[in-house]
């Protein structure tokens, strides 16, 4: 397990926090334990655990080539959850307000996105973003 800080900014070890995740070694509990997971996939380039949490019904669809070059193109630097709403344990769905930083081009850049996630037999997804109220 690794001793280094967690890509997703808990300020725990990257292996007490996602890399457990990200290694199936355990399956995040609460939305926002997935939602952070996936930012430690894009920032470590485990592209596959990006395709396994995404809702079932919309991973065919998904452009691994795509994603993973993103990934790599950016340096992530950091997380910031803002808010969180029900996607506790016992909850089937919740949602995620969360400010991703990367760095593009040389440009810091923020990506801000309200995130919808929802449990199918005990499993944590990302469904899709959703527009700001």
Known sequence: MSSSPC???????FGACC???????????????????RYSAF???KISYLKETLWPKFQPEFD???TAKWA???HWTGLSVM????????????????????????ALKTHRELSHFR??????YYVEALPEE
């Open 19 to 37: 890399e457990p995740f990200l290694t199936g070694s355990a399956m995040p509990q609460t939305a926002e334990q997935l939602m952070r997971s």
């Open 43 to 45: 920032a470590k380039g």
């Open 64 to 66: 691994f080539a795509t």
């Open 119 to 124: 449990k199918k037999s005990g499993r944590w």
């Open 72 to 74: 790599a193109d950016n």
């Open 83 to 106: 808010k969180c709403e029900r996607g506790e344990p016992t909850d089937r769905d919740g949602t995620v307000l969360f400010e991703a930083k990367y760095l593009a081009g040389g």
């Open 7 to 13: 890509p997703c900014k808990s300020g725990l070890p």
